[in-house]
């Protein structure tokens, strides 16, 4: 199955004739088009919002939200360097209950999962 957010909407050449089945199938990814941007448009905050509304795909939309959400390379080698000595650097306090710790732990293993590294669990039960 194709991905909208892959493909975009292509539109036909100006002057070039369609078969009804074509137009019909125009139709259809326009449709779908839409209503992918307007899920979009409810997924996001006020700010984003008003940056994305001037697209006019949801392709368009996409990559835009891409762009701005994953940063550039550099950005995430320093973050994913900080979360790293952060995940190093955990120790449970003396206050803090074993679900606690356990949630800090999971906390910084997702977020460094979540920049791209490769985060087993067998790390993360041994730092516990």
């Known amino acids: 199955m194709w991905n909208l957010f892959d493909l975009g909407i292509i539109e036909p050449a100006v002057g070039v004739a369609q078969s009804k089945a074509q137009k019909k199938t ?34 368009s939309i ?11 390379a550099r950005v995430k080698r320093s973050m994913l360097q ?22 800090r732990v999971l906390t910084v293993a997702n977020q460094m999962r979540n920049n791209g590294e490769t985060m087993t669990n067998q790390i993360i039960v041994e730092k516990f």
């Open 26 to 59: 125009q139709a259809d990814l326009r449709a779908k088009d839409l209503q992918v941007k307007h899920y979009l448009y409810q997924a996001n905050d006020r700010v984003t919002f008003e940056q994305i509304l001037d697209r006019r795909t949801s392709k």
């Open 82 to 103: 900080k979360l790293r000595r952060d995940f190093e650097i955990l120790e449970m306090k003396a206050t803090e209950s074993i679900p606690e710790y356990f949630g």
């Open 62 to 72: 996409w990559d835009a939200m891409k762009q701005k959400y994953e940063g550039n």
